[in-house]
């Protein structure tokens, strides 16, 4: 696929409807110009592989383009983008899972291979550098589906609860229990971990820890 220098574009919905109207290369450079990175450590973050992760966020790119005929110009071209970039890393889980694949990011012995640094690293996962988050990510990948995606989308990404909705196709309501499922898992496959460290005033992931990060406009 050719990329081109980015267009001055004003929004993301702006860029797609050129995509979709005109073939415009340039808008479509836009958009991967704006989303590669976030969409980089989604498939990260949801797989633990760094070099799956890259070939799913070529593929996520790859099926925008080939389905631009399907998108609505009224809906938000990120909830578009968040919704083929999950259902790739679903499948690609499944997959592994059949096949009994090891990610990555850990050993056959399930030790944490040295640290893997994520996609356009921001203040928060630069805090987030140590023991205490190589214990999260690698007690992350255990919590079951669907409660990861929602864990992931909610504290990583810094989506709002009606946003996850959207994109994944679910009531707000069914969104909030599966992030309470989800942080009750979390809590509990890191109980072991938290029992051997020193008592801190962040020991253990709780709904105040878990908020997201401040979110960006999503403009060109």
Known sequence: MSFFSPAPVATD????WRVQSHDDPEAFAAIMHR????????CLRMTADLHRAEDLTQETFSRLHARRREWQPTAKLSTYLWRIAINLCHDENRRRTRHGEVPLETGEDGEHAPHITVFQPTP???????????QVRAALQRVTEPFRTVLVLRHYEGLKFREIADVLGVPEGT??????????????????????????ASAAPTAVAWQPRPQTKAHL
Request: net charge negative.
């Open 13 to 16: 919905e702006q860029a797609m």
């Open 175 to 200: 969104v909030k229990s599966r992030m309470v499922e989800g942080l009750s898992q979390l809590t509990r496959l890191l109980q072991p971990a938290l029992n051997d460290s020193p008592p801190t």
């Open 35 to 42: 989303w590669q990175g976030p969409i980089r450590n989604l």
């Open 124 to 134: 928060h996962d630069e805090l987030e550098a140590g023991e205490r988050a190589d």
